[in-house]
T-cell receptor
Framework: DQQVKQNSPSLSVQEGRISILNCDYTNSMFDYFLWYKKYPAEGPTFLISISSIKDKNEDGRFTVFLNKSAKHLSLHIVPSQPGDSAVYFCAASDSGADGLTFGKGTHLIIQP | DTAVSQTPKYLVTQMGNDKSIKCEQNLGHDTMYWYKQDSKKFLKIMFSYNNKELIINETVPNRFSPKSPDKAHLNLHINSLELGDSAVYFC??????????FGPGTRLTVL
């Protein structure tokens, strides 16, 4: 039973354009959402997060949008750069429990 | 300065053996975790450990046991290794229940 879903296993975007990664969740108890970036043979690196009381959080080229009614969040990267090529994991937290629940990841490929 | 470190990075062993993976964090965080990333690439929580309180994911076999000698370390011991234990294991730490910082992972291969 996947509580966090990333339905696109991969996404290819041209350098300079906007990358949009999507994530859906089913557990309404989740109150904090995070995006992690992962390179091969390395651990996930925290990128950006958003609390359920907000609908947008921005940090430089990265913006996360949260639509609670649709149980959907997305990560926007603009402009996309070659170094952004990695696997991106969506994760969610229920502050009443421990540990993060992860999606399966989306492999983002930035084409020159 | 590595914030969360794990040793070894690679571990190859025979079925039935007992092995340990070490994790250390120098961030001063109160909570540490172990995650397993299986062949389908799912990252799943195994344990969280906070101030001597251990919370175990009920799906984790009791052959797996975390040991915390001090606040900066949470080691993972695995007894009687099975083929299905082959995976990448990640340690993480957190100052609270949201943002977690991950180690580089340990790739365990059971032959």
């Amino acid at each position: 039973d996947q509580q966090v879903k990333q339905n696109s296993p991969s996404l290819s975007v041209q350098e300079g354009r906007i990358s949009i990664l999507n994530c859906d969740y089913t557990n309404s108890m989740f109150d904090y959402f995070l995006w992690y970036k992962k390179y091969p043979a390395e651990g996930p690196t925290f990128l950006i997060s958003i609390s359920s009381i907000k609908d947008k959080n921005e940090d430089g080229r990265f913006t996360v949008f949260l639509n609670k009614s649709a149980k959907h969040l997305s990560l926007h990267i603009v402009p996309s750069q070659p170094g952004d090529s990695a696997v991106y994991f969506c994760a969610a937290s229920d502050s009443g429990a421990d540990g993060l629940t992860f999606g399966k990841g989306t492999h983002l490929i930035i084409q020159p | 300065d590595t914030a969360v470190s794990q040793t070894p990075k690679y571990l190859v062993t025979q079925m039935g053996n007992d092995k340990s993976i070490k994790c250390e964090q120098n961030l001063g965080h109160d909570t540490m975790y172990w995650y397993k990333q299986d062949s389908k690439k799912f990252l799943k929580i195994m344990f969280s450990y906070n101030n001597k309180e251990l919370i175990i994911n009920e799906t984790v076999p009791n052959r797996f046991s975390p040991k915390s000698p001090d606040k900066a370390h949470l080691n993972l011991h695995i007894n009687s290794l099975e083929l299905g234990d082959s995976a990448v294991y990640f340690c993480a730490s957190s100052p609270r229940t949201d943002t977690q910082y991950f180690g580089p992972g340990t790739r365990l291969t059971v032959l």
